[in-house]
């Protein structure tokens, strides 16, 4: 019984960092432990009332510049 928990748990957070890592915003409600956002991470102003992240970052990992060339790629089809 304990083991099926553990398991749910695991899917769960998996779960719950990928939904952080695919839709950044700059004031999450709990901890992630992959993928942190920060506020100097997105533009001071919103579009459309919504937080548009920088297209380029100098203290980015490697993972935070392939999400951010996703989600430029994503905009840019969104905008044609």
């Not at 304990?2 to 409600?29: C, D, F, G, M, Q």
């Not at 060339?69 to 089809?77: A, G, L, M, Q």
């Amino acid at each position: 019984m304990i083991l099926k928990l553990y398991i749910v748990a695991t899917i769960l957070t998996s779960y719950n960092e990928l939904w952080n890592i695919k839709h950044p915003r700059p004031n999450p409600k709990q901890t992630f432990y992959m993928l942190e956002w920060e506020k100097a991470d997105f533009f001071t102003y919103k579009i459309n009332n919504e937080w548009v992240l920088r297209p380029y970052r100098k203290t980015d990992s490697n993972l935070k510049k392939h999400v951010r060339k996703k989600y430029w790629k994503k905009r840019e089809k969104l905008k044609k």
